[in-house]
C-alpha cells in the first residue's frame, strides 16, 4: 500500500509470481487514475490508467482494478519479471477543471531471481 | 519522438545562485508541469501550465518562476537558489486536465 513518513512499503516477490500493490485514495471526487512505474534515477513511466466509469482495466501484463466504495487502487502485475522491479505510484485526479494530479508515495517492488 | 527533455541532467549550485531548468515536449499537449521529488514527499507541483501563454502555481511554488515560452518549451527559473531547494526536478506534459501526464528523465539539482 501507499506509504506514510520517509520508509516506502515494500514488497518482494519470486520472479514469475503475480504482484499485486495496493493504493488507497482520498478524494471522493476523483474520476481518473493513472499507475506509474519509477526505476532507479529515472522519471516516472506511464503504465496504465482507468476512468472513474470502470472498476477493471487491462493492458500487457498489467491489470488495474478500481473500488469506488471503499476508495481503493490496486494494480496486478501478472508473472513477475526482474525488470518490473521499481518504485510503483499511483495518482488521482480530483475531477472538474483540475489539472492537477495528486501522487502517492509509492510501494518498492523487488523481483527476487 | 524524444517524448519529454530535461537539461541539465545534473546541476551543482552555491546558496544564492540562479539558474533555469529547461523542458521541452514534442508530442503536441497543451499543459506542461514542473515537480520536484524528495524522499519521503512523492512528486510535488510547483507550477503548471494549462495551456500556451497561462501559467499557475501548484503546491510549492516559493523560490521558483516559470515561462511557458511557446507550446513546446517550458522553463523553471531559480532566482536565488536555497538549500531547502536541493531535490530532483521533473518536467512533465498531458493532452489536458484528464489525461495521463509524461514525465521527463529529470534534473538533479544540489543547493551547498
Known amino acids: 500500500g501507499e506509504s506514510v513518513g520517509l520508509h516506502l512499503p515494500t514488497l518482494s516477490v519470486q520472479e514469475g509470481d503475480n504482484s499485486i500493490i495496493n493504493c488507497a485514495y482520498s478524494n471522493s471526487a476523483s474520476d481518473y487514475f493513472i499507475w506509474y512505474k519509477q526505476e532507479s534515477g529515472k522519471g516516472p513511466q506511464f503504465i496504465i490508467d482507468?476512468?472513474?466509469?470502470?472498476d477493471k482495466r487491462q493492458g500487457q501484463r498489467v491489470t488495474v482494478l478500481l473500488n469506488k466504495t471503499v476508495k481503493h487502487l490496486s494494480l496486478q502485475i501478472a508473472a513477475t519479471q526482474p525488470g518490473d522491479s521499481a518504485v510503483y505510484f499511483c495518482?488521482?485526479?480530483?475531477?472538474?477543471?483540475?489539472?492537477?494530479?495528486?501522487f502517492g508515495k509509492g510501494t518498492l517492488l523487488t523481483v527476487n531471481p | 519522438n524524444a517524448g519529454v527533455t530535461q537539461t541539465p541532467k545534473f546541476q551543482v549550485l552555491k546558496t544564492g545562485q540562479s539558474m533555469t531548468l529547461q523542458c521541452a515536449q514534442d508530442?503536441?499537449?497543451?499543459?506542461m508541469y514542473w515537480y520536484r521529488q524528495d524522499p519521503g514527499m512523492g512528486l510535488r507541483l510547483i507550477y503548471y501550465?494549462?495551456?500556451?501563454?497561462?501559467?499557475d502555481k501548484g503546491e510549492v511554488p516559493n523560490g521558483y518562476n516559470v515561462s511557458r515560452l511557446n507550446k513546446r518549451e517550458f522553463s523553471l527559473r531559480l532566482e536565488s537558489a536555497a538549500p531547502s531547494q536541493t531535490s530532483v526536478y521533473f518536467c512533465?506534459?498531458?493532452?489536458?486536465?484528464?489525461?495521463?501526464?509524461?514525465f521527463g528523465p529529470g534534473t538533479r539539482l544540489t543547493v551547498l
Open positions: 512533465a506534459s498531458g493532452l489536458g486536465h484528464t489525461d495521463t501526464q509524461y
Open positions: 501550465s494549462a495551456s500556451e501563454g497561462t501559467t
Open positions: 482507468i476512468r472513474s466509469n470502470m
Open positions: 495518482a488521482e485526479n480530483s475531477g472538474g477543471s483540475n489539472y492537477k494530479l495528486t
Open positions: 508530442m503536441n499537449h497543451n499543459s
